[in-house]
């Protein structure tokens, strides 16, 4: 079964500092994409970053960097020198056949304190 | 502006009445769907559409109906059957929903509650 796992409920961090978010997955199917949304209070799913499954580097957005590990079945979330505006929920999610579905996380809340 | 619309932000329904959601795009994408979220929850699929007149069911399509007559808009029925509808309905589209790094594009939401 394709399931995605986020064991962080919740994390703090100080502004201007970088913070990872974890995300495993698991699914027996080798093509997959992996995304990352953001979530403030307002509740619009806004899109941060994609993995490809056959994507040789990481991919880079900006301030958001993906930590792509295939053989751990990881793709945590990197973002550089946090800022206040980045207070929201974090949710990964991945596609693993054609057809659209996403598969979503149950989030991580991220608080950036001044 | 392009972008997706989703109309009302709030909306209270009572027992046993049938409720609309509406979903409007003007990106020009062909595929369109909906996700429910509860408190804490991530989002569940519950229909989508990948063209015009055509949809298939998701995760959690039992108690709802959607239609796609026109390419710009996705309509969500809450029916009666629905036992526990209250929770936050996201409305989301992409450019085909055959391409694995096609990106979804999400609305503002719709928040219903049963009163």
């Known amino acids: 079964a394709q399931k995605i796992t986020q064991t962080q409920p919740g994390m703090f961090v100080q502004e201007k500092e970088a913070v990872t978010l974890d995300c495993t997955y698991d699914?027996?199917?080798?093509?997959?994409?992996l995304f990352w949304y953001k979530q403030p209070s307002s509740g619009e799913m806004i899109f941060l970053i994609y993995?490809?499954?056959?994507?040789?580097q990481n991919a880079t957005e900006g301030r958001y960097s993906l930590n792509f590990q295939k053989a751990r079945k990881s793709a945590n979330l990197v973002i550089s020198a946090s800022q206040l505006g980045d207070s929201a929920m974090y949710f990964c999610a991945m596609r693993v056949a054609w057809g659209g579905k996403l598969i979503f996380g149950q989030g991580t809340e991220l608080s950036v304190k001044p | 502006d392009g972008g997706i619309t989703q109309s009302p932000k709030y909306l209270f329904r009572k027992e046993g009445q049938n409720v609309t959601l509406s979903c409007e795009q003007n990106l020009n994408h062909d595929a369109m769907y909906w996700y429910r979220q509860d408190p804490g929850q991530g989002l569940r699929l519950i229909y989508y559409?990948?063209?015009?007149?055509?949809?298939q069911k998701g995760d959690i399509a039992e108690g709802y109906s959607v239609s796609r007559e026109k390419k710009e808009s996705f309509p969500l029925t809450v029916t009666s059957a629905q036992k526990n509808p209250t929770a936050f309905y996201l409305c989301?589209?992409?450019?085909?929903?055959?391409?694995?790094?096609?990106?979804?594009?999400f609305g503002p939401g719709t928040r219903l509650t049963v009163l």
């Open positions: 993995q490809g499954s056959y994507d040789q």
């Open positions: 989301a589209s992409s450019t085909t929903g055959s391409n694995m790094q096609d990106t979804q594009y």
């Open positions: 699914t027996s199917d080798p093509s997959y994409g």
């Open positions: 559409s990948q063209i015009v007149n055509d949809f």
